[in-house]
T-cell receptor, first 115, second 116 residues
Framework: AQSVTQLGSHVSVSEGALVLLRCNYS??????LFWYVQYPNQGLQLLLK??????LVKGINGFEAEFKKSETSFHLTKPSAHMSDAAEYFC?????????????FGQGTELSVKP | EAGVAQSPRYKIIEKRQSVAFWCNPI?????LYWYQQILGQGPKLLIQ????????DSQLPKDRFSAERLKGVDSTLKIQPAKLEDSAVYLC??????????????FGQGTRLTVV
């Protein structure tokens, strides 16, 4: 079975500081990995995804994530936080071979950005 | 391109009542998903359709929840009778294909259900 663990339900950074949101996964097969962002009262928007190509994935709004198989991690980073980055972030895993496009989400990390 | 449309946006019902949610996916998207997002948790898949057939409904509480996707386009999710623990946001998503390698799942804004 697949699962995702996001370390830290709340992360607070200052504007301009590095953003680091942690995600560890469990999967018996090479997974697809995703980061989604959710703004208040909105649906989820895809930030980036890893599908077995380059291990460093660049996404929208300056975010990137690195797939590290040895650490079973897919942490999300952004060099410089902006006030508009304040939102809930979800890491998700998908097994394309047995579960179609089913996404298994972590608990989410709420990012706050202080001026 | 129009996104995934859901209605209503908000619904308040009493326990033991019934409720229905509607979803119109992006045109041409064969795969449709219903997720349940309880406050403070990540979304959980309830049911996945491929055209008008069910691919995965293993986490759908079938004694009270039902869903259909007639003609492979719009979908309706129903709860009857509702329980307090059904209070959540119900998210509909759609994608071109079953695998997300070359496609993306697009999410609607969700329906926030409160059961009192």
């Amino acid at each position: 079975a697949q699962s995702v663990t996001q370390l830290g339900s709340h992360v607070s950074v200052s504007e301009g500081a590095l953003v680091l949101l942690r995600c560890n996964y469990s999967s018996s097969v090479p997974p697809y990995l995703f980061w989604y962002v959710q703004y208040p009262n909105q649906g989820l928007q895809l930030l980036l995804k890893y599908t077995s190509a380059a291990t460093l994935v660049k996404g929208i709004n300056g975010f990137e994530a690195e797939f590290k198989k040895s650490e079973t991690s897919f942490h999300l980073t952004k060099p410089s936080a902006h006030m508009s980055d304040a939102a809930e972030y979800f890491c998700a895993v998908s097994d394309p071979y047995n579960q179609g496009g089913k996404l298994i989400f972590g608990q989410g990390t709420e990012l706050s950005v202080k001026p | 391109e129009a996104g995934v449309a859901q209605s209503p946006r908000y619904k308040i019902i009493e326990k033991r009542q019934s409720v229905a949610f509607w979803c119109n996916p992006i045109s041409g998207h064969a795969t449709l998903y219903w997720y349940q997002q309880i406050l403070g948790q990540g979304p959980k898949l309830l049911i996945q359709f491929q055209n008008n057939g069910v691919v995965d409904d293993s986490q759908l509480p079938k004694d009270r929840f039902s869903a259909e996707r007639l003609k492979g386009v719009d979908s309706t999710l129903k709860i009857q009778p509702a329980k307090l623990e059904d209070s959540a946001v119900y998210l509909c998503a759609s994608s071109l294909g079953q695998t997300l390698m070359n496609t993306e799942a697009f999410f609607g804004q969700g329906t926030r259900l409160t059961v009192v």
